[in-house]
């Protein structure tokens, strides 16, 4: 069975950092792309950044390009998302999902909340 | 960045068929996919490529398009499909999402 597992979410402060982790399992972590996709409470779906099977392809939404960092270790089945001077509106629940193939997201984790606030 | 129009809700009846919608800003020609997501859970792959059904999906869920105009289909809408459903385009950077559309049950 697939599984995906957030975890490292929590409150910060803001213009703080977070470390997200995701562990894999289930499947050939390493053969799969990686991504991690938000969701601010009530609102839709948005992409954050992508990474591929080898770390060879790296990508960022605008909106976290130069403050968040994606990387993975496959000896390790870990997807990790490193958010630096985070703002309020990075406050979402953050889920990681893989992607065989195509850019779409065919599995999911159950997400990590993540609240950034005074 | 491309941007996916999706209508905010539609309200359907028990057997009936769904239809739901999604209109890209340009052409993705056929990098649309679609996601259910039930209250307080994770999305799910339901269709990729436009068109392609996802493993283990049910086979009353359907879509179809390409270009930029996308369509999603549901029949028979059963109660279990109470979500509310997401395009999402892989064609260009950066990855895009519809703003979702609540199903509802007349």
């Known amino acids: 069975e697939v599984q995906l597992v957030e975890s490292g979410g929590g409150l910060v402060q803001p213009g703080r950092s977070l470390k997200l982790s995701c562990l894999a399992s289930?499947?050939?972590?390493?053969?799969?792309?990686m991504n991690w996709i938000r969701q601010a409470p009530g609102k839709g779906l948005e992409w954050v950044a992508s990474?591929?099977?080898?770390?060879?392809?790296?990508y960022y939404a605008d909106t976290v390009k130069g403050r968040f960092t994606i990387s993975r270790d496959n000896a390790k089945n870990t997807l990790y998302l490193q958010m630096t001077s985070l703002r309020s509106e990075d406050t979402a629940l953050y889920y990681c999902?893989?992607?065989?193939?195509?850019?779409?997201?065919?599995?999911w984790g159950q997400g990590v909340m993540v609240t950034v606030s005074s | 960045d491309i941007v996916l129009t999706q209508s905010p809700a539609l309200a359907v009846s028990l057997g009936q068929r769904a239809t739901i919608s999604c209109r890209a800003s340009?052409?993705?020609?056929?990098?649309m996919h679609w996601y259910q997501q039930k209250s307080g859970q994770q999305p799910k792959l339901l269709i990729y490529?436009?068109?392609n059904l996802a493993s283990g999906v049910p086979a009353r869920f359907s879509g179809s398009g390409s270009g930029t105009d996308f369509t999603f289909t549901i029949d028979p809408v059963e109660a279990d499909d109470i979500a509310t459903y997401y395009c999402?385009?892989?064609?260009?950077?950066?990855?895009?999402f519809g703003s979702g559309t609540k199903l509802e049950i007349k």
């Open positions: 289930g499947f050939t972590f390493s053969n799969y792309g």
């Open positions: 340009e052409s993705v020609r056929s990098s």
């Open positions: 999902a893989s992607n065989y193939g195509g850019y779409y997201f065919d599995y």
């Open positions: 999402q385009q892989s064609r260009n950077d950066p990855l895009t």
């Open positions: 990474i591929s099977s080898s770390s060879s392809y790296i």
């Open positions: 490529g436009a068109s």
